[in-house]
């Protein structure tokens, strides 16, 4: 009976690695979020954009997910190639909802691409902004946040390359995140 038992609890466990190894390889499909940055916004100075909005006290200012992507497409991609950490990854995007955001990132390996995402919610907690790691996914394998520690590495160094605009966001006495746009809001 013993021998049995262990024979099926065997085949069951290496039946749920096989199947989350064939989860995790499968990428998902990001092509809705790489679409063109919209022409009035000049993806490559994004920093700009925000400082200005904080200088100027104008008003709220949305910047669109396109243009986000786009800017994370060309200036922190050039930031992460002098990167020496092997955790770089190959591409970047982010995916905004309602209070929340999905960060992809992108690594090729053996030319394909290995894509994880990281959900964080962004919430301003007193004088501070807070950003909470709730979540994400290996390839289309869901997972619980205490298993995307792995990817602090990466994070780290996406991070680094996004000292300039992470500061002049926290500048920002408010800011929300909407569907597919970040709102910028400079006012008191």
Known sequence: MLPGLCRALVFLVLSAALGAGITFFKAPDLTALKREASQSNDPRELAATITKVVLKQSGKQGLDEGDLNAYF???IASRLEHSSTFMKPAEVACDLREDSARLYLTWRVFDRPVTAAVDLKVARV???IVCEVTGGSYGALSV???CITPLRPALREL???CQPEVQALLSLPRLSIAKEKLVLDPIF
């Open 126 to 128: 007193g004088a501070e």
């Open 159 to 161: 991070a680094r390359a």
């Open 73 to 75: 497409n060309t200036n």
């Open 144 to 146: 619980p946040r205490l």
